[in-house]
């Protein structure tokens, strides 16, 4: 999946309106990029590009599914897992 289709997937996610666990799907559509080769820099630059464009309510969504990529989260959601023990 390129960093393309990664935002793709997120807007077709978003544009789905508020269907519940619309969360949990943007963290399966990050995952599934991430599995496919894409890096955690990529995916947090797409991300941050989308949020200029789209309303307050998304952007809240996006900061929240930012918290993953980032790794702001318990460890076992971080969808790129931090090396060494960095905090």
């Not at 789905?16 to 619309?22: E, L, T, V, W």
């Not at 599934?32 to 309303?55: N, T, V």
């Amino acid at each position: 999946m390129t960093s393309d289709q990664l935002q793709a997937e997120i807007l077709l996610e978003l544009s789905a309106g508020r269907k519940p666990g619309k969360l949990g799907r943007l963290y399966n559509v990050v995952v599934k990029y991430r599995d496919e080769g894409g890096s955690q820099e990529a995916a947090m630059l797409s991300i941050e590009a989308l949020r200029s464009r789209l309303a307050e309510a998304d952007d809240d969504t996006l900061l929240e599914l930012l918290d993953f990529v980032f790794g702001w989260c318990k460890p076992e959601l971080q969808i790129w897992p931090k090396k060494g023990g960095e905090h």
